[in-house]
């Protein structure tokens, strides 16, 4: 594991993250980690315009959904905070996002970009498609074009999912479900098929497009500016960094998770691609692929 870190100078103002959720240990149903790897197969990293109700039975999720006048936010980061504290980083990480997409987006789609909204949240959240616990993993809603995330999820990751850990491999996860959120505004979310599952499905073709977005991100994140100070959201990302961004796209391939769940591998029920179109998707964005490069609903071979 190697730590990536936000430039000396940094500062990202409040407001971008909203605070949601309980105390932690509200359980899915079948609850443990069996219950937790079977959601993250179905919704981990994007779960689209799924029923999270549907999905995982009667969670027992708690409306936490803060009334008005309460809403509680992330406060004002230093970069040095953000390389220590989870939701800051978080917090700096979304608004690195912001940054990029709002110059190629336009430029590459000639699509406007909306901010989505971001929660951090804890044990249970209520969203547009359906109540969610933290075991169900980081994901991306449509309907309310938000993110939901528990920060608690990337020592999962690390401990219970092989990956190296480090925040890069965390700001992954973050990238990629904004970029759930690109292929929203673009268009990519309401035409594909996402009910159907395989090699060659769509809900497969729609997660390694998100990992393309997201490896154009980070390579673009230690060069941009940040708006408001003029300094370059990250530090050069170094070798080390990368293979930790590498290991967490690996660590959630389909086939990884479920020849660790079952001890055999079945393509039929692919949702998210192979721990190596993961990884190589990923590249492709990194490499200097753009968003044509990245539409893998068109690819002839994943």
């Given at each position: 594991m190697s730590a990536v870190t936000?430039?000396?100078?940094?500062?990202?103002?409040?407001?971008?993250?909203?605070?949601?959720?309980?105390?932690?240990?509200?359980?899915?149903?079948?609850?443990?980690?069996?219950?937790?790897?079977?959601?993250?197969?179905?919704v981990f990293l994007g779960g689209?315009?799924?029923?999270?109700?549907?999905?995982?039975?009667?969670?027992?999720?708690?409306?936490?959904?803060v009334g008005e006048g309460q809403e509680q936010f992330v406060e004002d980061c230093t970069a040095q905070q953000a390389n220590t504290d989870r939701e800051c980083r978080l917090s700096g990480t979304a608004q690195s996002l912001d940054a990029f997409w709002e110059e190629v987006l336009p430029q590459q789609a000639g699509v406007q970009y909306q901010i989505p909204g971001v929660v951090s949240f804890q044990g249970s959240v209520n969203t547009a498609c359906g109540g969610a616990t933290s075991a169900t993993g980081p994901f991306y809603c449509p309907p309310d074009q938000t993110v939901y995330m528990d920060v608690a999820f990337f020592d999962d990751l690390r401990d219970r999912f092989g990956s190296t850990g480090g925040p890069l491999a965390e700001e992954y996860v973050i990238a990629h479900e904004f970029g759930h959120h690109i292929e929203q505004l673009v268009g990519v979310m309401d035409s594909a098929d996402r009910t159907g599952t395989g090699p060659e499905s769509d809900s497969v073709r729609i997660e390694l497009m998100a990992d393309c977005l997201a490896g154009m991100w980070v390579a673009d994140a230690s060069t941009r500016p940040d708006p408001d100070t003029g300094v370059p959201f990250l530090e050069p990302i170094t070798d080390a960094q990368l293979r930790d961004a590498l290991s967490a796209a690996a660590a959630v391939g389909d086939d990884r998770i479920q020849e660790a769940t079952t001890g055999e591998v079945h393509p039929e029920g692919f949702t998210h691609g192979t721990s190596e179109q993961r990884v190589r998707w990923f590249s492709i964005g990194y490499n200097g692929g753009t968003m044509q490069d990245c539409n893998a609903m068109d690819a002839p071979t994943l």
């Open positions: 936000f430039n000396e100078g940094g500062q990202f103002e409040g407001g971008r993250v909203r605070r949601g959720g309980g105390g932690r240990g509200v359980a899915v149903a079948g609850g443990g980690i069996g219950a937790l790897l079977i959601t993250l197969v179905v689209g315009n799924l029923d999270l109700e549907q999905i995982l039975g009667n969670t027992g999720a708690s409306d936490t959904s």
